[in-house]
C-alpha cells in the first residue's frame, strides 16, 4: 500500500514538473522551484537539481515529453516537442488522463461534488488486448453483435484500438479465411463477452497503418468504399461557437463567419457516424454540399418527421 502511494505521489510530482513548465513556455529552475515550494505538493521542500535531472528521463520514458534546456541566458527549461502534447495521440491522451487523475485524486473533499461520465467498456478486456497487440497474438473472443441478435465464438489477431464516444474498439482481423480475406474489422469491447489470449500467434502486415486506416474518418466506422471529400456546413451563430472550440474533425476550417452564422469545411468520409453527428446539432446546422448529402440528411429528417406526423394523427383520431 505505502509503495503505490509513494507512486502516485511521484506520477503527481511529474504531472506538475510538465504542467508548470508547459503552461510557463519558458521557465528557469530557480523560478521553478518558487512555484514549487508555493504548492502544497513540494511540503516545503525545494527540488533537488540531482532530482529533477532524473525527473526529466522519467517523465521522458513515461510520456513521451522532452524537457530541453536553452544552455544560455538564464538556462531556462521548456517543452521541447510541445505539438506532441496538443496532438490527439496517445503521448496527449496519456498526460491529460494522469492530469485529471491528478486533480481528481486531490480533490477527495469535495468528491461529492464532481460528477463523472461513465465509460461502459475496456475495464476487462482492454489490457490482455493491449497485452497481446504487443506479442502479435491471437485472440479467442465470444461477440455479441446487435446486428445479428446473437452470440458468436472466433479467433481475431488484433491490428489496433481505439477510443470513441466513451467506448473502446478494437481493430482486428478473423483468422477465418472467408472473412480473413474481406480484411480488418470494428469489434466494440463491450460487447465482448468472453477473452482468452491463445499460443498462437500472426504476422502483422508491414503495409497496415492505424492511422492511414482511419484517415478521414470521423468516428469508429472505416468504411474504405466512402472516399474522402469536401463538405462544407452552415452553423448557427450560436453552435458556431461550441464547434469553434472543439473541433468536430482535425480537417476544419472556418472560412465565414457573421453575426448569424458560419460556414465551416471538411475533408473526410461522411459515413453513417459522421451523418448521425450531423442530426445530433438539429437545426443549427445545414450541409451545403455534397449535394448527395444534404440529400441524405434531407431524407432522415423527412422520414423522422413523417413518423412524428403519423403519430400526431393517430392521437387525433383516438
Known amino acids: 500500500m505505502v509503495n503505490n502511494e509513494r507512486g502516485q505521489s511521484l506520477i503527481t510530482k511529474y504531472v506538475w514538473v510538465v504542467e508548470t513548465i508547459y503552461k510557463a513556455g519558458k521557465i528557469s529552475f530557480k523560478e521553478l522551484n518558487k512555484r514549487w515550494l508555493r504548492d502544497e505538493i513540494s511540503r516545503g521542500v525545494e527540488i533537488p537539481k540531482r532530482t529533477f535531472d532524473n525527473w526529466k528521463y522519467v517523465i521522458f520514458d513515461m510520456f513521451g515529453i522532452i524537457i530541453a534546456n536553452e544552455n544560455r541566458g538564464e538556462y531556462r527549461y521548456y517543452i521541447e516537442n510541445v505539438e506532441d502534447i496538443s496532438k490527439n495521440g496517445l503521448r496527449s491522451w496519456l498526460y491529460n488522463t494522469f492530469c485529471v487523475s491528478n486533480a481528481l485524486a486531490n480533490s477527495q473533499g469535495i468528491k461529492d461534488r464532481i460528477i463523472l461520465e461513465y465509460v461502459p467498456s475496456g475495464q476487462e478486456y482492454l489490457q490482455p488486448i493491449i497485452e497481446a497487440m504487443k506479442e502479435n497474438r491471437v485472440l479467442?473472443?465470444?461477440?455479441?453483435?446487435?446486428?445479428?441478435?446473437?452470440?458468436?465464438n472466433f479467433d481475431v489477431q488484433p491490428y489496433c484500438v481505439k477510443l470513441f464516444r466513451q467506448r473502446w474498439y478494437m481493430v482486428a482481423r478473423s483468422t477465418y479465411s472467408y472473412y480473413?480475406?474481406?480484411?480488418?474489422?470494428?469489434?466494440?469491447?463491450?460487447?465482448?463477452?468472453?477473452?482468452?489470449?491463445?499460443?498462437?500467434t500472426f504476422e502483422m502486415p508491414k503495409d497496415w497503418n492505424a492511422e492511414e486506416y482511419f484517415d478521414g474518418c470521423f468516428g469508429i466506422i472505416a468504411d474504405q468504399r466512402l472516399e474522402p471529400q469536401p463538405v462544407k456546413l452552415k452553423v448557427s451563430a450560436s453552435q458556431a461557437n461550441y464547434i469553434r472550440d472543439l473541433k468536430m474533425h482535425e480537417t476544419q476550417e472556418e472560412v465565414e463567419r457573421n453575426d448569424e452564422y458560419s460556414i465551416f469545411t471538411y475533408y473526410l468520409r461522411p459515413s453513417f457516424d459522421f451523418q448521425q453527428e450531423l442530426l445530433w446539432n438539429g437545426e443549427d446546422m445545414e450541409v451545403l454540399e455534397p449535394l448527395w448529402l444534404r440529400k441524405e440528411i434531407a431524407g432522415k429528417i423527412k422520414r423522422m418527421w413523417n413518423k412524428y406526423s403519423a403519430s400526431e394523427n393517430k392521437d387525433k383520431l383516438v
Do not use: F, V
Open 180 to 200: 480473413y480475406e474481406q480484411g480488418p474489422r470494428i469489434y466494440a469491447l463491450d460487447r465482448i463477452c468472453n477473452l482468452r489470449t491463445t499460443d498462437e
Open 140 to 152: 479467442n473472443i465470444t461477440y455479441h453483435s446487435y446486428w445479428k441478435g446473437e452470440e458468436n
